[in-house]
């Protein structure tokens, strides 16, 4: 069974820096894909990025990467240059690829970006 | 577009009540699913469907029910509403196999049972 782990029920970081969430994550199959979803206080879901098992280059998407480490089952988010607006809840998922698709969410990381 | 939306926003029911959550999605979405996040968790599986005609189970299917008679619309059940149900639920859909792309969110229904 696919399982997510995220050990960091709270970070902070200054406003400017960088922070890395971390992720990991167990499953026996050879091709999955792993997400990140930004949730703030209003309660939407926000697609963050997105990782193919596969991939041989780590994913970014503008102030976020995932540094994708496959041999430890890592998937770690990183935001660089902080803002306010980052303050949420993010969750790290990974998708089967194949049969249902279904994504499977960890438990969440509370970033809190202080001024 | 209007992506998937998800009514009523908010609801609140009295122990025993049944309701319907809708849900409807505009991008010919093959896959869409019902998930469930409590306070402070991360988001549970209820139900979710394949293409017209097809539901499955997943982690937490208990006390609901689905169907899926047309690609668009994916409406979820609540028979004799438990406390434990309260929660916010999410729809969302995705297009199907071969495609690496995101899965895309309704904006939750917050449901209270008392």
């Known amino acids: 069974a696919q399982k997510i782990t995220q050990t960091q029920p709270g970070m902070f970081v200054q406003e400017k820096e960088a922070v890395t969430l971390d992720c990991t994550y167990d499953?026996?199959?050879?091709?999955?894909?792993l997400f990140w979803y930004k949730q703030p206080s209003s309660g939407e879901m926000i697609f963050l990025i997105y990782?193919?098992?596969?991939?041989?280059q780590n994913a970014t998407e503008g102030r976020y990467s995932l540094n994708f480490q496959k041999a430890r089952k890592s998937a770690n988010l990183v935001i660089s240059a902080s803002q306010l607006g980052d303050s949420a809840m993010y969750f790290c998922?990974?998708?089967?690829?194949?049969?249902?698709?279904?994504?499977?969410f960890g438990k969440g990381t509370k970033l809190t970006v202080n001024p | 577009n209007a992506g998937v939306t998800q009514t009523p926003k908010f609801r609140i029911l009295k122990i025993g009540q049944s309701m319907t959550l809708q849900c409807a999605q505009d991008?010919?979405?093959?896959?869409m699913y019902w998930y469930r996040q409590d306070p402070g968790m991360g988001l549970k599986l209820i139900y979710y469907?394949?293409?017209?005609?097809?539901?499955d189970k997943g982690e937490v299917p208990n006390g609901y029910n689905v169907s899926r008679s047309t690609t668009e619309d994916f409406p979820l059940r609540l028979e004799l509403a438990a406390p434990s149900q309260t929660s916010v639920y999410f729809c969302?859909?995705?297009?199907?196999?071969?495609?690496?792309?995101?899965?895309?969110f309704g904006e939750g229904s917050r449901l209270t049972v008392l």
């Open positions: 998922a990974m998708r089967e690829v194949g049969g249902s698709e279904k994504l499977v």
């Open positions: 499953t026996s199959d050879q091709s999955y894909g």
């Open positions: 990782q193919g098992s596969y991939d041989e």
């Open positions: 991008m010919n979405h093959n896959y």
């Open positions: 469907s394949v293409g017209a005609g097809i539901t």
């Open positions: 969302a859909s995705f297009k199907g196999q071969g495609d690496t792309g995101e899965l895309f």
